[in-house]
């Protein structure tokens, strides 16, 4: 039986348990002369059968489907003969993986006669574990079935049982979430300490320059393999600090304009389609930046230099507009984020009571006075939280960097010029073939610890700023 | 309460007087279809407290908030009749409600200080209408607003503190000495004892009193107690209409409309 199938039978048990629940909590209630003298509704009780059939049996899937492959490992390496025992890892694991598969019958003969003990034994464990699964699992389906059933008493309490298990299922899923942040941290976190054990933290922290790639011969040019991250921070940095330059005043300006000026026809309109622009994929973005804005600013900086040269104004003479710039992707990474400001903006703009607009208004204030003044900066600390979440948002973009900002990792604040960033520098490290031992692999996790951990500065920053500033109104 | 609604009402008492603050004459109110107030006439007399009452939804709210027009921010309100300010047509499409609701200041039901400190709350209107040169008369400005309603003493120390901090009642007599600080020629009230406790209750009462000396004031009350113990004149409204007006005294003592003495006796309401 496949393990679908499987799912599918134990999940009608489940259900044909929570009927059977139901019919006996009705049968019960006659005798105490019915529903409203039993402990609990019928809803319940039958719910709590369902359940006990339902839990036990998953969980035992669940389990035997993880540990299963471990243990049928072990048996086989008991069975394997000495030689192959005393291989070192890497070898005994391609042992391992030959004996698994000839015993599924792919490329058998590869293994000599010794081996054969322990093919025999991987195909029969794996038989029983297929067949014996199914059973087990049916059999605590019906023994916690049972139980359940006993449960289904007049005076016995179902609703707490049903309430404490919904409560268990909620904690589960709450603390999935926590446990994936922590396994990814740990991951990075040491990978990252493999790294620094090659290039020092120092050298990582304060290097200005950046060129990962490692030398694989002693006379390979241009190949030192540098690992100082400024050049991408100052990238980062640079094109956020663009992006924002373009979303925040014009975010904030449409929240202010959509929840205190427009009519609700606008409104309708006018929201959605921002939302929209939320939903458009960033490689969209990438190549509107790449093909349409990019070569736009290069065109005009080559006709302001242009200018500049017939005219006699040498510093624009020299202007030199790259065709990958800072400056296409920032814009293009503001535009992308705008519904993040203004979205937010809006929701805390409406949330300032009425009663603060009234008495602006009540005293002779205008309406741009009393958004300046009293809305802004009650609405503050909701629009600084939107702010920086859409500056997490823009420094942990990558797509619209990767194709139009450029990969040289210069050290430069000019937005004409091509720069790189933290995010685009982790896919160029882990893009095409790479081994797990060299430093310019390994970049790649601190990097990315880097970033995580200025996200994460940022988000701490947000929180203390909302709760400095935050006005109770009760 | 049909055949009030169908009888066209004259007011009893006395809704006009002579040399009014404010006067009101045929003035209805309707949101959208809905009609709000019917055909109100009503003087207000300068520098006397005049208070509203009547049961909830009788339209006394709705009223007071046409005297500075604060019903614009409501779409669907629409006010016909005449409101005059002095000579000042307050419905007049060419007036600037910015200076009208600068001579008709508001103070609200529940105390909505702005979140800034005790020191701009007050300086708020001064500094919107340019009432101040520098900075030492916007202090004075302050201060004296603040001391007028009682509170100088009580935040002197604190006066870059955020206003959200101080308590109910301080609060809403804060919102009075932001309100006064622009020196309006009428206050309006909406139930600004509502939300506070009897003893603050009873300093803004005070401050009521003391206020009326200077400023024409409109308060709107469900508590019988405050308009018999603040105001002058009192009128009495009921689904929208305006039974009747007269003395306080002579409202609570002898009400001469058979609605407005079952209001006061307890029986509606």
């Known amino acids: 039986m496949s393990l679908s ?55 035992l899937i669940a389990l035997w489907s993880i540990f299963d492959g471990a243990i049928i490992d072990s048996l086989v390496r008991a069975t394997l003969p000495d030689e192959a025992k005393q291989l070192s890892d890497e070898d005994f694991g391609l042992v391992m993986s030959q004996v698994n598969n000839a015993a599924i019958g792919i490329g058998g003969g590869a293994l000599d006669e010794a081996y054969q003990p322990a093919i025999e034994k991987l195909k029969s464990l794996n038989n029983t574990s297929v067949q014996a699964m199914p059973v087990l699992a049916i059999i605590v389906l019906v023994i916690g079935g049972l139980l359940g059933f006993r449960a289904v008493r007049a005076e016995n309490n179902a609703r707490y049982a049903v309430e404490r298990i919904f409560n268990g299922t909620l904690i589960v899923c709450s603390t999935i979430a926590i446990f994936t942040t922590f396994g990814i941290v740990f991951s990075v976190l040491f990978e990252s300490i493999q790294f620094f054990r090659k290039v020092p ?76 622009l939320a939903g458009v994929p960033t490689v969209v973005y990438g190549f509107f930046a790449a093909l349409t804005v990019a070569p736009a600013i290069r065109n005009v900086g080559d006709g302001v ?35 993040f400001v203004s979205s937010i903006s809006d929701d805390v703009i409406n949330a300032v009571p009425q009663s603060l607009r009234d008495g602006s208004y009540g005293l002779g204030a205008t309406q741009s006075e009393t958004i300046t003044k009293v809305i802004f900066p009650a609405a503050l600390p909701g629009i600084v939280g939107g702010i920086l979440l859409a500056a997490s948002r823009a420094i942990g973009e990558t797509m619209i960097v990767v194709m139009a900002a450029g990969l040289a990792a210069n050290l430069t604040v000019n937005p004409l010029e091509a720069v790189t960033t933290v995010t685009v520098q982790i896919v160029t490290l882990l893009v095409g073939d790479q081994e797990f031992d060299s430093a310019k692999t390994l970049a790649a996790f601190a990097l990315g610890l880097f970033l995580f951990i200025i996200t994460l500065a940022l988000n701490v920053i947000a929180l203390r700023v909302v709760k400095k500033y935050q006005e109770q109104y009760d | 309460m049909s055949e009030i609604a169908k009888e066209t009402y004259q007011t009893v008492g006395e809704p006009l007087l002579k040399d009014p603050k404010m006067h009101v004459r045929n003035t209805n109110v309707f949101y959208g279809e809905k009609q709000a107030i019917f055909d109100v006439n009503l003087d207000i007399g300068k520098n006397q407290v005049i208070s509203m009452i009547g049961p909830s939804g009788c339209g006394k709210s709705t009223f007071l908030r046409c005297l500075n027009r604060m019903n614009d921010t409501i779409d669907i309100c629409r ?70 309603c009682g ?116 029986r509606i309401g």
């Not at chain 1, 929840?259 to 389609?273: D, F, L, T």
């Not at chain 2, 001579?103 to 708020?124: D, H, L, T």
């Not at chain 2, 003391?210 to 508590?223: A, P, Q, W, Y």
């Open chain 1, 305 to 339: 230099r242009d200018w500049g040269a017939e005219n006699g104004y040498e510093f624009l003479a020299s202007l030199n507009v790259s065709s990958e710039s800072a400056l296409a992707a920032g814009i293009v990474m503001g535009v992308m984020i705008i519904p």
């Open chain 1, 5 to 59: 199938t499987l799912l599918i039978v134990v999940l009608a048990g489940a259900i044909l348990a929570y009927m059977l629940g139901r019919t006996q909590s009705y049968q019960i209630a006659k005798p105490v002369g019915g529903v409203r003298n039993l402990a609990a509704l019928p809803n319940y009780y039958a719910s709590l059968m369902g359940l006990w059939a339902l839990l036990p049996a998953l969980l």
């Open chain 2, 79 to 148: 006010v016909t009749g005449q409101l005059m300010l002095d000579d000042l047509d307050i419905y007049n499409k060419k007036i600037d409600v910015v200076e009208l609701r600068a001579r008709v200041g508001m103070v609200f039901q529940k105390p909505n200080p702005f979140p800034k400190s005790i020191y701009e709350n007050v300086a708020y209107g001064a500094r919107i209408h340019g009432l101040t040169d520098n900075k030492v008369e916007l202090d004075e400005l302050v201060e004296k607003s603040l001391r007028r």
């Open chain 1, 201 to 276: 933290i120092d050298e990582f922290l304060f290097g200005t320059h950046w060129s990962p790639q490692i030398a694989i011969r002693a006379d390979q040019a241009g190949a030192s393999g540098s690992f100082g991250v400024i050049p991408l921070i100052v990238g980062t940095l640079l094109i956020s600090f663009i992006a924002l330059l373009i979303a925040v005043p014009v975010g904030l300006m449409s929240a202010v304009y959509l929840s205190e000026y427009a009519s609700n026809r606008v409104r309708g309109i006018v929201k959605p389609a921002l939302e929209i």
């Open chain 2, 151 to 266: 509170l100088w003493k009580e935040v002197k120390e604190r006066l870059d503190e955020p206003a959200t901090g101080l308590s109910g009642g301080q609060q809403q007599r804060l919102c009075i000495a932001r309100a006064i600080a622009v020196n309006p020629e009428v206050i309006l009230m909406d139930e600004p004892c509502s939300a506070l406790d009897p003893i603050a209750t009873a300093t803004v009462e005070e401050l009521i009193h003391e206020l009326s000396e200077n400023f024409t004031i409109c308060i709107v009350t469900h508590s019988m107690q405050q308009a018999a113990r603040v105001s002058q004149r009192t009128a009495y409204f009921h689904l929208g209409k305006l039974i009747e007006v007269n003395d306080t005294s002579a409202v609570f003592t002898n009400p001469k409309h058979k609605l407005t003495e079952e209001y006061i006796t307890g």
